[in-house]
């Protein structure tokens, strides 16, 4: 005959372990929000995204600052990436097509802010991938961070889309299909 004391404590330590098995499970296996309103989220809808300038990046060199306070466009896309990231790496080409799908003066601009530190990786990117064709792509080097900093960007790629008065519509982070069908219908009920 066992002892029923020895089975309720058998009971009980498989109990608990099962409890943090199931935490650690959904921990590990839960998807990371796509949409976050971390510190400093709610100031950015009310006040306006941090005022930035940074260097154009050019054939392959950096060119003449480029300022948030020059986009004039209904909608920006700020999107903070590096060429040696792979999620970033993996959304670029639909960055670039979402840009060369909304060409008409004035409705979209993407700001692609690149915290690269090797520029001649990023130029070596740049030319193996899929280019804007239009001026309202701009890449943009923050190789010291100090404008991702500014916004609390702390994982790349992350991205915040704001209207024309820089306000915050949207913060993104983790990589996305910028052309998906939702997210087209969301911009094009903000730009009207």
Known sequence: MTNPRYHFILGLILAIVSAVCLIVAQKIFSPPAAVSYSS???EFKVSGVPAFSLPEFKNGSLAQSYALTN???KIS???FWAS??????EEYSS???LANKFTYPGDLEVIAISVDQDLKGLNNFLLKNNKP??????ILVDNQSKVAEKFGTKKIPETYIIDVNSKLL?????KQNW????FLAYLESKMK
Do not use: Q, Y
């Not at 040696?84 to 790496?89: E, I, N, T």
């Not at 949207?170 to 983790?174: A, F, G, H, L």
């Not at 052309?179 to 939702?182: E, G, V």
């Open 170 to 174: 949207m913060k993104v982070i983790d």
């Open 84 to 89: 040696w990231c792979a999620p970033c790496v």
């Open 179 to 182: 052309l998906s069908r939702d």
């Open 133 to 138: 064709k239009f001026s309202n792509f701009k």
């Open 95 to 97: 960055l670039v097509s």
């Open 77 to 79: 896309i700020i999107n």
């Open 40 to 42: 400093g989220i709610e």
């Open 71 to 73: 986009s004039k466009s």
